[in-house]
């Protein structure tokens, strides 16, 4: 027995199973061959198996992989100069930052360019002590430090753009 992809002049994929290419001829010239879709006796054969399953499956996976290859690719590229953690943990770094960062926002008032102002006003006793945070460029940090007071810079942003 051999089996044949056939399909009716419909498209109707389906299956025939005949004892040999001649036997197919036979049958099909006599009208015995059928779609079970639509019941057309117009049948041809196809030239390639459809391969439903095992064509999807490893048609799928290749480009999954093709695309995740891509996407290396593209990374690479823009990451060329950036910095880079490599750790078994990262999802845990990941929670320790934002964790950080929740804590610094709960634990100070966003005081934006104000920063030097505000510390000044504490450290001089002009305002009681509190947690602040905000900005201040290079020159003023540096005055600040000079001036005894401490802060720290903060690693990476804690407050979103248009936040406040
Ligand atoms: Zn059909």
């Not at 966003?110 to 102002?117: I, L, P, Q």
């Not at 003023?140 to 942003?157: C, H, K, N, V, W």
Request: hydrophobic residues 30%; negative net charge; proline residues 5%.
């Amino acid at each position: 027995m051999i089996v044949y992809n056939l399909a009716c002049e419909h498209k109707h994929p389906f299956e025939g199973w005949f004892a040999s290419p001649i036997d197919f001829e036979n049958q099909r010239d006599r009208g015995l061959v059928e779609c079970p879709v639509c019941g057309s006796k117009t049948v041809e054969r196809q030239l390639h198996a459809p391969r439903i399953n095992v064509g999807g499956v490893g048609g799928s996976r290749e480009r999954a992989s093709e695309q995740a290859r891509q996407e290396i690719e593209v990374a690479k590229g823009a990451d060329k100069t950036g910095e880079f953690v490599s750790s078994d943990d990262y999802k845990k770094l990941v929670s320790a930052v934002q964790t950080f960062a929740k804590n610094v926002r709960e634990n100070t008032e966003y005081v934006g360019e104000k920063f030097a102002d505000e510390a000044r006003a504490m450290h001089y006793g002009d305002k009681p002590h509190r947690g602040i945070r905000g900005r201040a460029d290079a020159q003023t940090a540096s005055e600040l430090r000079d001036e005894g007071i401490e802060f720290q810079s903060l690693p990476f942003p804690i407050d979103f753009p248009n936040a406040h």
